[in-house]
Every structure is written in structure tokens, then in C-alpha cells.
């Protein structure tokens, strides 16, 4: 969140049996709202890709949601459904289409997310939004992760921030 124009947070909403934090919002304010995306080539897509390659595809992201505990993958139309609910939820809050809403799933293959928590989750990351929430959303973003990731490049007058997840890597 260090560039102008994004605000994050990282809450918990129950998905991981640690309590750790687990879910991540990060909003793009803009004034721009354009996106660069790469997704996985892997053939088995989970459901939040999925939706997210439909997302992407006019270049305008305005959020990401992203949750970590479960990947959402081979769980079917139930999946599917959660992750646009997710979307549809994060959007309202925002005040956007969720078709400017980034879904991302991370964690175990086949568990189906709770969509209650889930949704509460999303709720709770709306409302602790914060230009100060970039250390909070990555911490919530780890998985097998030993320690959070962020980066920051400064130039003059530009800056990029970024965040990352990495099983088990330092």
C-alpha cells in the first residue's frame, strides 16, 4: 500500500484451525485502475481463477480479495458460487461491479471454504481498511510462508509495492 491510491487489510475470519489471519482485501483507489495478470498454467484451475480470468480481461481491477486455508478448487459449482458471492459482497461494500473484483484462493485443494465464514470475512477486511494495511494483508496471504513478503521500488516520483506468498520459503 505504499503507492498512492491503495488501501488493505488482513483479517480473520476462521478458515485456518491456527486463528491466524486469513483473509486479505486490497483496494486500488486509483485514479487508474488498469492490471497486468498472470495466472497459473497449471490445468487444474480453481474456482477463484476461474473468475478471475474473466475479470481481467478489459485490464480494470479496482480489488482484490484474496483467502488463505483453502483453495477452493474441485469443489464444484459450490465454489464457484462462493467466489461471485465473495465478489458481489466486496463490491458492494466498495461501491463497484464485481467484475472489477480479483478473487484468489490459497491453501488445500478440494476443501470447500465455508461461504458464511467467508463472506464474514470479507465484511470484516471492508471495514479495517487501511493505507496502512499492506503488512496486515500479506501476513494474512501466508500459507506454509515462514515469514511475510513485501517489496517496495521507488523511483522519482513512481513507486510499485507488491506482496507475495510462497510455500514454505523464506
Not at 158 to 169: E, N, T
Request: glycine share 14%; with cysteine; charged share 15%.
Amino acid at each position: 500500500t505504499s503507492p498512492q491510491g491503495f488501501r488493505a487489510s488482513g483479517v480473520t475470519a476462521g478458515l485456518k484451525a491456527s486463528g491466524s489471519p486469513d483473509v486479505a482485501l486490497v483496494v486500488n483507489d486509483g485514479p487508474r485502475h488498469d492490471s497486468a495478470s498472470v495466472f497459473t498454467s497449471n490445468r487444474c484451475l480453481a474456482n477463484p481463477v476461474l473468475w478471475s480470468q474473466q475479470v481481467v480481461q478489459d485490464g480494470v481491477v479496482r480489488a482484490v480479495f484474496l483467502n488463505s486455508g483453502g483453495a477452493n478448487c474441485y469443489t464444484g459449482p459450490e465454489g464457484f458460487q462462493t467466489t461471485h458471492a465473495v465478489a458481489e459482497r466486496v463490491a458492494e461494500h466498495l461501491g463497484i461491479g464485481a467484475i472489477d473484483v480479483v478473487v484468489c484462493s490459497t491453501g488445500l485443494i478440494g476443501l470447500a471454504n465455508d461461504r458464511a465464514q467467508v463472506l464474514s470475512g470479507a465484511d470484516a477486511a471492508a471495514a479495517a481498511l487501511a493505507a496502512s494495511g499492506g503488512p496486515d494483508a500479506a501476513r494474512a496471504i501466508m500459507t506454509t510462508d515462514t515469514v511475510p513478503k513485501q517489496t517496495l521500488v521507488e523511483g522519482a516520483g513512481w513507486s510499485v509495492g507488491g506482496m507475495a506468498k510462497g510455500a514454505g520459503l523464506p
